[in-house]
């Protein structure tokens, strides 16, 4: 009776294995506020489901909670992969209401505003700790990227041994330097793009199937 049953537990893992084999992989978009994310995971999901993940924005902390687009397929040079694309807060270690003022809100929505936006970080950290299989780590190139955050994060992310490729956005943008970003983290590759115009967005998916596929 126990030779049966340690057989079942064998076929059981193995079967277990070969499903989650196939599960799609949770990929966090990550970076700082206003970097460009959720344009970024708009563009990946309107290219190949259709739909977009979340509404964009210029003010700050537009993403208050990760968003998630599941079983978007993305195919390049032989490669597929499915990964569901979670889109998460920016994460910042300070978020004061009153940079809200400057875009016409009251002190009320900007203090709820605040609030909700620091519980995303909390949250972001979660799904970076926890949920995530790999990340795509998104960069303004027109600003300087050696931060505490950044430079948090991106250990965070080698710590957990996570595959990580990293994005320098909005080359579209005079001031853009995609080279501070690559002397700033010279351990990753650093792919240029403009996720707005949609600008080398071939050479990201090529890299997408390559990183996580």
Do not use: C
Request: net charge negative; no cysteine; aromatic share 6%.
């Amino acid at each position: 009776m126990g030779l049966l049953t340690n057989l079942k537990d064998s076929i059981s893992r193995v079967t277990d294995g070969l499903f989650a084999a196939d599960e799609p992989k949770r990929i966090g978009i990550y970076g700082p506020p206003n970097a460009g994310k959720t344009t970024l995971a708009n563009r990946i999901a309107r290219d190949w489901t259709g739909d977009a993940v979340g509404p964009e924005s210029h003010i700050p902390h537009e993403t208050r909670r990760a968003r998630r687009k599941e079983n978007v397929e993305i195919e390049r040079n032989g490669r597929k992969v499915t990964i569901d694309i979670v889109d998460t807060p920016g994460v910042t270690t300070k978020v004061d209401y009153k940079e809200f003022l400057d875009h016409d809100m009251d002190k009320d929505d900007a203090v709820r505003r605040s609030r909700e936006a620091t519980e995303g970080v909390a949250e972001a950290m979660h799904w970076l700790r926890e949920d995530v299989d790999g990340v795509i780590y998104v960069l303004d190139s027109t600003t300087d990227p050696f931060t505490q955050v950044n430079t948090m994060l991106i250990g965070i992310i080698e710590s957990q041994d996570l595959p990580a490729l990293i994005l320098a956005n909005k080359t579209d943008l005079s001031g853009s330097d995609v080279q501070q970003i690559a002397n700033a983290f010279p351990q990753h590759e650093t792919i240029p793009l403009s996720a707005l115009e949609g600008e080398n967005m071939d050479e990201v998916y090529t890299k997408i199937a390559e990183y996580f596929g």
